[in-house]
């Protein structure tokens, strides 16, 4: 049951940057998932050790958006639920290795 679980890593330079320092991972998830659940999944899907795991509630933000002839339309972008999950020293997930395969390789050519 929990290898059926989509685990979305985010990618940005924050949470590759907390990946790299610390062994924390972002995902963002769906709202109907806990904590233990979450770190089950993360365990036998990479199979790696979870030693924590925070999740972050953000709320959508309310947007307008301005069209021709003067309307106004107003929109709510979606809430986002977020991840942190820290592993054991040692372990990594090879959500980040093909940019740093593109990296080597090009530090290799010059």
Known sequence: MSKNIALKPRVSEKAYATSEATSTYVFDIPSEINK???AEAVASQFEVTVTNVRIANIP?????????????????????????????????????????EEVKVAKDKK
């Open 36 to 38: 233990h659940r979450l």
């Open 60 to 100: 959508g933000k309310a947007k307008r958006v301005y069209r021709k002839r003067g309307r106004n339309v107003s929109a709510q972008r979606s809430d986002i639920r977020k991840a942190y999950v820290t592993l054991k020293e040692g372990d990594k997930l090879p959500i980040f290795a093909a940019v740093e």
